[in-house]
């Protein structure tokens, strides 16, 4: 199983991007996915989650700007960030729970890494 994560870049305080994570592989189901982000110097944290009903939850420091959803078809879950500041700089990390194939347990993903710049 593969987790592409994509659609990092530069932009400018107050615009607008939006983060692509796909799946792929073997996969039966998918359970909750996620975004993370890591800024340098500091620690992982959780930015949102969005579970197989497409029920959400975010982190304060970004309720209001960003938002999450996920094509289950296609096996691949967007974070829709709006309002961007410099401190939203960092690696964005996409995190899924997936079950494959054949098996009947979920375990843990992680894809790469895509890095969102915010500056002038």
């Known amino acids: 199983v593969q987790l592409q994560a994509s659609g990092g870049g530069l932009v400018q305080p107050g615009g607008s991007l939006r983060l692509s994570c796909a799946a792929s592989?073997?996969?039966?189901?998918?359970?909750?996915m996620a975004w993370y982000r890591q800024a340098p110097g500091k620690q992982r944290e959780l930015v949102g989650t969005?579970?197989?009903?497409?029920?959400?939850n975010f982190a304060d420091s970004v309720k209001g700007r960003f938002t999450i959803s996920r094509d289950n078809a296609k096996n691949t879950m967007y974070l829709h960030m709006e309002s961007l500041k410099p401190e939203d700089t960092a690696n964005y990390y996409c995190?899924?729970?997936?079950?494959?194939?054949?098996?009947?347990?979920?375990?843990?993903?992680w894809g790469q890494g895509t890095q969102v710049t915010v500056s002038s």
């Open positions: 995190y899924a729970r997936i079950m494959l194939r054949g098996t009947m347990t979920f375990k843990d993903y």
């Open positions: 969005i579970t197989s009903g497409s029920v959400r």
């Open positions: 592989g073997s996969i039966f189901s998918i359970n909750t």
